[in-house]
């Protein structure tokens, strides 16, 4: 897989989508990057070259929730050819709804493979001095988000160009009912009825990937989970309805082949 260029293609009529772009394209790269402004009517009967290899960051404001009717006519004459796709809506700090997912599959009903997505907020274009509304943004602090989202993108653009991607995770799960209940319908090894009161897991996942193409990814991960409560977890329990203290430090290899398509 190998990506020649990064291109924004955009329709922004006050902007601020343009902007919230150009700062994700700078975390993903140091170069020029070019512009496809759909905006104007003028520009959008341009013809637009089909894509193919290339990285696409694909941008809209929300309007009612949803895309813009103007920018779906003007992106419906775009062809790619699974083309890595970003796409991205902006909003003016109320909510943007089913924009996103709109625009994702639109995406993928014109040729592009999205490979990562975002909604940021963005000054609402009905924002005055008097009804301020996201006013000034996107600020200092969302163009940091914006580059170090495309930070991100460029650790998946080159992990995808070379076909291995290295991942670790952490996470924790806290559970505390505040005071001991009795799980219904369990008894322990001595035949008494089982009580908890909380739980609290931590699970470490190291993963590799290989992308075999565009359509083809294997991906091995090795979790190891930790549970505070050892009537808590994945061998606590045996038969229907016998809970018995299990182990507390679980290993597990998880392997998935996924296509896209
Ligand atoms: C007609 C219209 C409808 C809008 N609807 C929403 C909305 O549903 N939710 C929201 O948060 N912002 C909404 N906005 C605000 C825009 O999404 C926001 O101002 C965006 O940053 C504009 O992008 P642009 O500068 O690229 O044109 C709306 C703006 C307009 C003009």
């Known amino acids: 897989m ?32 070019e512009h496809i402004n759909l905006t104007r009517p003028d520009n959008a009967q341009k013809p637009i070259p089909p894509f193919s290899d290339e990285l696409i960051l694909i941008g809209a ?12 006519n003007r992106f419906k004459q775009i062809k790619a050819s699974k083309t890595l796709a970003i796409p991205i809506v902006v909003y003016g700090n109320r909510e943007f709804e089913d924009a996103l997912l709109e625009l994702k599959n639109l995406a993928i009903d014109l040729g592009f493979h999205p490979v990562a997505g975002a909604a940021f907020i963005g000054e609402h274009s009905f924002a005055t ?3 301020p509304i996201a006013n000034g943004r996107p600020d200092s602090l969302d163009v940091q ?32 009912a505040q005071k001991p209940f009795q799980l219904t319908g369990f008894i322990d090894i001595n035949g008494n009825p089982v009580t908890v009161e909380d739980n609290f897991v931590r699970t470490l996942t190291l993963g590799v990937n290989k992308y075999i193409n565009y359509n083809v990814k294997f ?17 606590s329990r045996t038969g ?13 290899v998880l392997m998935r082949m996924q296509l896209f398509f």
């Open 2 to 33: 190998n990506i020649k260029q990064v291109k924004l293609i955009y329709f922004s009529p006050t902007g601020t989508t343009q902007k919230v772009l150009e700062s994700i394209a700078q975390g993903i790269t140091d170069e020029v990057v």
């Open 61 to 72: 404001p929300v309007y009612g929730g949803r895309l813009p009717v103007d920018a779906i």
């Open 129 to 131: 001095k008097d009804a």
């Open 219 to 235: 991906q091995v991960n090795y979790e190891h989970d930790w549970y505070d409560n050892s009537f808590l977890t994945p061998t």
């Open 240 to 252: 229907d309805n016998l809970l018995e203290s299990g182990d507390v430090s679980v290993d597990k």
């Open 145 to 176: 988000k914006a580059k170090a989202f495309g930070a991100k993108i460029k650790e998946k653009k080159i992990g995808m160009e070379s076909g291995w991607e290295l991942a670790a995770r952490y996470e924790e799960i806290r559970v505390d």
